[in-house]
């Protein structure tokens, strides 16, 4: 269920998100560097307000692309981290009996000062030696966010594709739209070294647990902020990770219905994404006539390390206009 849910939010946010914010703007798409290069490209904070975007680095348009290269598509800062085999510990999902598992791991940052962007999976296709092969979902660090300006993410993703298969490509759908694609290509056993960069700025007028904020149709109160325990064996943090669950109360101030769903928060840690967990069967979804109130949660697996944590309400679509919540 925890799957499903996620994939079906994330699909409907992708589609939507990836068409509407990127396609309305020119995309070129091309090579600013490689990890360990010295170069002039910095991560922008995401708690300025300025309408100044950041400058952008110059590169090169490229046919393909390779373990550390780094890359630009739009706002958007691409990352080729490492590839290699794959071994699933799972023994009711293993690769069919001449084939392997292969997984390639990327980091995306939005430099944008402006607009979110989306990032899913299912915008990768892979190709063995021209074949298409399937993607396996048994993993547990998808590559999958909405990222608000300034914020990062990275993730894997992981091929069945045969054993004696020459060359592994990958193609990056950037643009439903246009269907334009970025092709990365399968380099074996190898790895950049590469780590996102934290960010442990706050932003500005984050809500703390106890205060509320409204906007134009709903009232919301930060009713409280706690490490959860989860006692489903199946559903745990990964290793040197935690829960934390938030909880709110919602009221409709508007005079026409209105939403609200565990699916437009976003968390994140020192700036990078964090997967949220559906493991409370109280999450706050709910769609509210005027006057009528809500209270549920969400939750999220936080690193044990991190410095600054903050929850990201997704207030318009349309203009990606956020709440932020202090976590820690």
């Not at 309305?24 to 990890?35: F, R, S």
């Not at 390639?104 to 063995?128: G, P, Q």
């Not at 699916?263 to 700036?271: I, N």
């Not at 997967?275 to 044990?304: C, H, M, W, Y």
């Amino acid at each position: 269920m925890k799957k499903l849910l996620k994939i079906i939010g994330i699909a409907i946010v992708a589609i939507l998100a990836i068409g509407i914010i990127g396609g309305g703007k020119e995309k070129n798409n091309g090579k600013i560097g490689e990890v360990g290069e010295t170069n002039n490209f910095s991560s922008q904070n995401t708690t300025s307000n300025s309408s100044e975007e950041a400058p952008k680095e110059e590169y090169q348009i490229q046919d393909e692309y390779h373990v550390g290269d780094i890359l630009m598509d739009g706002d958007t800062k691409i990352v080729y981290i490492t590839s290699g085999d794959y071994v699933s510990d799972n023994e009711f999902s293993q690769p069919e009996e001449g084939n392997k598992y292969i997984f390639m791991k990327m980091a995306f940052e939005n430099t944008s000062r402006k607009s979110d962007t989306s990032i899913s999976f299912y915008n990768f296709e892979c190709y063995a030696d021209g074949y298409n092969a399937e993607m396996y979902y048994g993993g547990d660090d998808d590559l999958s966010a909405t990222l608000s300006p300034g914020r990062s993410t990275s993730g894997t993703l992981i091929f069945e594709v045969p054993e004696n298969a020459e060359k592994i490509e990958v193609e990056y759908e950037s643009n439903v739209w246009t269907q334009e694609k970025i092709l990365f290509v399968f380099d074996g056993e190898k790895d950049s070294g590469y780590v996102l960069e934290k960010n442990t700025e706050r932003s500005d007028s984050a809500v703390s647990v106890g205060e509320s904020v409204e906007t134009s149709s709903l009232k919301i109160d930060y009713v409280s902020c706690e490490e959860y325990v989860s006692d489903n064996m199946f559903i745990q943090p990964k290793e040197n990770h935690h829960f934390v669950t938030c909880t709110f109360e919602v009221e409709n101030i508007g005079s026409s219905d209105a939403s609200i769903t565990y699916f437009s928060f976003d968390c994140y840690a020192d700036g990078i994404d964090c997967e949220q967990t559906f493991v409370r069967d109280d999450g706050l979804s709910a769609t509210l006539s005027p006057g009528r109130k809500a209270t549920g949660t969400v939750t999220f697996e936080i690193p044990n390390d991190a410095t600054v944590v903050e929850l990201e309400l997704d207030n318009s679509f349309w203009t990606s206009n956020r709440i932020v919540f202090t976590i820690q």
